[in-house]
């Protein structure tokens, strides 16, 4: 028990060290909110124009879209593919991570806590400010508040959960690239795969129902694609709880998947000694 | 002939403090500090001269190499270089010079170096003769022929300083100023560097200026030293008056100790 | 202020030395093949992304505004040709924080030679040539079916769309260059003009409305070479000055070089 608070105390101290040199950057976290800023904004403008033009073959609400995209920008760092840990990257291709090794902690673990620990920093320092923006925008740019305090809590759940479907894919990536004779263009493949398939450059509702529905069923969808569209109210009630159960699927399958990777990535390193 | 009459220079930094509230709070608010990295600074080079110039770090000796090199503008104070003003009329000082900062390169990295003297032949509009001379020579003197098809990354760091010194020299600049030239080198490319600018200054007579923390340089190269210290010029004078027949190390250690530097 | 006598005979000019900077620069690539080709296949991907988006947005809603899906991808691809364009000439621009943190501008300074001519041989960047060659082909596949009528005036628009727009996205580029001399950090704000531009450029840009519009022809000049030519290409106005105004916007280099001097200026009074 003491370990694991001892351990917590670290990942904690991580977390606000991430967190201060956040701050320290100040121009870069004002410009980083702007970009997201005027991002959401042209993004929205895009979809407005279309909505105009052929009103009838929108596939949500407009306002529901809005709030999915400002949602989408607050949270980017929680669930882009690109922000990957160069500093893992870079270990694993020129041999440090022998060090890392030495270590008397779990190696999946570790890098797990810290991605997260990464990405909760940087999310929070950048959604406040575009989410404030966001509600007091006129419309129809303007956010919406969730129907009622259970969707919120779904919300919330949600993010979570797609926040560590997010980790452990990446987590399986940093761990095959043990194995590719070119991580850089795995991490490549990856990343624009997953921007695809899990709706940052079109939400998926706006993908013919066919495909829509294949894709649904992936691990991309699983990231954003549902905390989003239950903020806004898009998928609710039963449907959201299956949502919500095929992320928890997702997490147990990509975590377990991970730390056999893991292992015998492991493996390979000491016996061919890195 | 070089020189520096009264030359200022201030420089304005922000201060990061360390800690969770302070980074808070210099995000709203930010405190700078004024660094005085040359006071009244003042001092003649004649053509032909070697000058050591020493003093700890963050003195002010590579401040005053770029100002001399045309890089910083001072606050104040007069300098001409064979009667140019550096910071004014840039491109036509720049091309009369030659600078050798020894932690950084200005070869290309990826390509062999002889790619890299071809480059700098167009960049200093070096006509065909005077560079294929200049190319000869220098190869032949820093013994570079077996390594010119060699890319820079692929170098030894003394291999590297050395085709740094030819690449500073193929436009025969009147001046060359050497920053840390022998930094992290063998004792057999440290000799081969200071032999070289010994006799590349007897020979063509360029004017050497050199920064180096190693005292065996100053002492193979130079006569003259000037000693810098928290901006000031402390001491300026020929070297064996200094040192006498002493040491040299322990001769500028107790200078360092006597100017509390 | 430089007297006849002291400027040497002999001169290399300044497209010579250019030509051999990017000779350099392309054998240094080449030394790096595997990372060439990686770097040049994600560049593909990206803007892949981008088409299979619209394709699906005008499977679903078939017209934006007025503008046919033939249209915008017109539209698109030209922005494309042009973005790649300028980060292939002006990606030393680009990479410039690096430089300048490294120490890279005091050697620059210390040579006989233009800033700018020096800062775009630091760097040209080949692997953009996999969006050109994409770009190329969707802007094939648009033509032949926007049913546009070539004749010699609607090339010359297409030729005068590429250099307005490489110039327009080469002039942000050096602003961003600029900036650099007065902060190292919030550079990331440039992407607003660059990549943001190069997403939703891909849109003729009426259609974010009249706001967008005055913006995007008197701020930054992306109209110029976007929407007024694309109206004149596709026959909705035959406004001859449509056809010429890319050509206009290369005065946005003009406030960018400004800046840029100033930053000089700065960086030699601080040296940081």
Known sequence: MSKFFARRKRYVSFFKLRFAMGLQYRTAALAGIMTQFVWGFMEISVFRAFHQSNSAAFPMGFEQLASYIWMQQAFLALFMTWFMENEIFDSIMDGNICYELCRPIDIYDMWFARSVANRTSRALLRCIPVLSAAFFLPQPYRMILPPDPLTFICFIAAMLLGMTVTVSLCMIIYMLSFFTVSPQGLRIIFAMTAELLQGIVIPIPFFPPRIQKIMELLPFASMENVPLRIYSGNISGMEAAKAMLLQAFWVIILTAAGKLICRSAMNKITVQGG | MITMKNICKTYRTARRNAGFGEALRSFFHRDYDTVTALDNVSFTIEDGETVGYIGPNGAGKSTTIKILSGILTPDSGECTVDGRVPWKNRIEHVANIGVVFGQRSQLWWDVPVIDSFELLKDIYSIPPEVYRQNKDELTELLDLAEILRTPARQLSLGQRMRCELAASLLHSPNILFLDEPTIGLDAVSKIAVREFIVRLNRERKTTVILTTHDMQDIEAITKRIILIGKGKILLDGDISEISGSGDIDRTVAELYRAYEI | ?272
């Open chain 3, 1 to 272: 202020m430089k007297s006849e006598t002291q400027v040497k005979e002999h001169r290399v000019s300044a497209l010579k030395l250019y030509l051999h900077y990017i000779s350099i620069q392309i054998r240094s690539m080449m030394q790096y093949k595997k990372s060439f080709f990686m770097t040049m296949f994600g560049q593909f991907l990206t803007s892949f992304n981008a088409f299979i988006g619209i394709h699906f947005l005008f499977l679903r809603f078939h017209s934006i505004e007025d503008y046919s899906y033939s249209d915008v991808l017109l539209c698109v691809s030209i922005v494309l040709m042009d973005f790649s364009l300028a980060e292939c000439i002006a990606r030393g621009f680009d990479s410039f924080p690096k430089i300048v943190r490294q120490g890279g501008f005091d050697r620059i300074m210390t040579r006989p030679r233009n800033e700018i001519l020096q800062v775009l041989g630091s760097h040209f960047e080949l692997t953009r040539i996999g969006r050109m060659i994409q770009g190329a082909i969707v802007f094939i596949y648009g033509t032949t079916h926007a049913g546009i009528e070539w004749n010699f005036v609607r090339v010359l628009t297409v030729i005068f769309m590429l250099i307005g727009g490489t110039g327009v996205f080469c002039g942000i580029f050096l602003i961003n260059a600029a900036l650099c001399f007065f902060t190292l950090e919030g550079l990331e704000v440039i992407n607003i003009f660059t990549d943001g531009a190069r997403e939703y450029g891909a849109y003729p840009i009426d259609v974010y409305g009249k706001r967008m519009m005055r913006f995007c022809t008197f701020v930054i000049p992306y109209s110029l070479v976007q929407v007024y030519p694309l109206k004149f290409l596709t026959g909705r106005s035959d406004n001859i000055l449509y056809a010429l105004l890319p050509l206009a916007a290369l005065l946005f280099l003009i406030p960018g070089y400004v800046f840029w001097r100033f930053g000089v200026r700065k960086y030699t009074s601080s040296g940081s």
